[in-house]
């Protein structure tokens, strides 16, 4: 198996930089990356682009890692993190597939982006905190994917209703 000859870190500040025209369009959406741009951020990184680049986002949220370990501070600093996207690209090329989004999380308290983990916690860690603020059936959810929507929907009343340790 060949080494890798690019920085993960590098490929990424690449695409969100060309992706939201450094920084100055499209912050606060969700931003989608395919493969074909990895391979184009890898090559422009100085590096040599891999056989196969279907574990590049995977690699990076598969394991426990913090925030600081998936993204370079550069992407960071608006407000984002990262989750690995697959599938077909409507109206694409032919085998043009999603690789990756750069998902806005907007900022905690402390001015710091919030990863996608604590957003989960919340929703396993506090299922009462639902119940209580949500009490009729038509805001309910359980904990699984609809808990990430729901948070990103309801994330300003979250924060105003109450205090979490």
Not at 79 to 89: A, E
Not at 93 to 113: E, H, K, L, P
């Amino acid at each position: 198996m060949a080494k890798k000859n690019y920085n993960k870190h590098a490929v990424l500040a690449y695409l969100f930089d060309m992706k939201t025209n450094c920084g100055t369009q499209h912050i606060g959406e969700d931003i989608d990356f395919t493969l074909r741009e990895v391979g184009e951020g890898i090559r422009a990184a100085g590096g040599t682009t891999p056989t196969s680049r279907s574990n590049f986002v995977l690699d990076l949220t598969r394991k426990r890692n913090t925030i600081a370990q998936r993204l370079p501070a550069h992407v960071i600093q608006y407000g984002y993190d990262l989750r690995k996207k697959t599938g077909p690209v409507p109206g694409g090329q032919s085998g043009d597939n999603y690789c990756g989004t750069f998902v806005y999380r907007g900022f905690d308290a402390n001015g710091q982006t919030i990863p996608i983990q604590d957003w989960l916690e919340l929703g396993i860690r506090f299922p009462s905190l639902f119940r209580n603020l949500f009490p009729t059936t038509r805001h309910r959810c359980s904990v699984s994917l609809t808990t990430v929507i729901f948070f990103r929907r309801y994330s300003a009343r979250l924060s105003s209703a109450c205090s979490l340790p």
